[in-house]
């Protein structure tokens, strides 16, 4: 598996915030705590490919909302927010050599922490950052492709899958205050600690999970179900509401070759 992550910027502390209130970010721990981040994704077997980030792009690190990868096609996105679509040119400068891609154009907006890919299923958060016309786009590019895009209405959180994430192939991590549950059915659902919604953000590689530890009763709750999880502190990326999946682009290369037919 490769993922793709980008260095944190060092403007890191003019990010956009949506919802929690601006506080100092220790940059110096900050680039450490991605780094511990990057090194637990190399534990469970990825290869990472940093891109470098520079001041005009304070949320580059939240590489995910770039870019939706597909076992077919790379959904290049265009940010919901202004500031960050000068983050797109060199992902999709660098993801181009890998699959065939396809550009959100404007008046689109998607966010890829908004796109929950559960299978055949796209569930696409309608947010903040991600409008119809965006879930209209990739409707279309994901249905030529067999997929079927669920579109979902996210409340207060930033994405949906600030909300939502995959624990296995059936199975979703869900704080349902924030989203409705019946949009999932088929799927089974493991509900997060009710005292830590936000814990429903983990990062599925392979048959293992990434989780922040700042969730302790829903990673407790994961464990005893049976699932591996590795704990990464992130608080300082969570300062910026940053979450465990936001901070890389995982490309499983054996879902390439399988879409190839080799
Ligand atoms: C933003 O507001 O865009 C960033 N400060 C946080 C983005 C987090 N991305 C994600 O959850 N996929």
Redesign the pocket.
């Known amino acids: 598996m490769l993922a793709f992550t980008r260095a944190v910027s060092p403007a890191f502390d003019r ?4 919802h929690v209130e601006r506080v100092p970010i220790d940059l110096p721990l900050a680039i450490h705590q991605h780094e511990q981040y990057e090194r637990t994704l190399e534990r469970l077997g990825c290869r990472i490919e940093r891109l470098p980030s520079d001041a005009s792009m ?2 580059a690190v ?1 590489i ?2 770039t870019a939706v990868p597909l076992e077919e096609v790379i959904l290049i996105t265009r ?3 202004a ?2 679509r000068g983050e797109v040119a060199g992902v999709e400068e660098t993801v181009k050599r890998h699959r065939l891609l396809s550009r959100i154009e404007t008046p689109g907006t998607v ?4 796109v929950l890919v559960a299978g055949r299923t796209l569930f696409v958060g309608r947010s903040q ?1 991600t409008n119809a016309e965006g879930i209209a786009q990739i409707g279309r590019v994901a249905g030529y492709f067999g997929y079927v895009v669920t579109p979902i209405p996210v409340g207060p959180r ?2 949906l ?2 909300a939502v994430t995959t624990l296995a192939g059936d199975t979703l991590l869900i704080d349902r205050t924030a989203v409705p549950a019946e949009s999932f059915a088929g799927f089974q659902l493991v509900d997060v600690h009710p005292s830590e919604p936000a814990g429903a ?1 983990v990062l599925r590689i392979g048959d293992r999970l990434i989780a922040a530890a700042a969730f302790p009763r829903t990673n407790e709750r994961l464990a005893g179900l049976g699932y591996d999880v590795s704990i990464v502190d992130v608080s300082e990326i969570a300062k ?4 465990v ?3 890389s682009l995982i490309l499983d290369r054996s879902e390439q070759d399988n879409a190839h037919g080799r």
Do not use: I, M, Q, Y
């Open positions: 990010c956009e915030l949506t304070p949320d939240f995910e909302d940010p919901g927010a500031s960050r966010d890829g922490g908004d950052r930033l994405h899958k600030s953000n910026a509401e940053g979450a999946t936001c901070c």
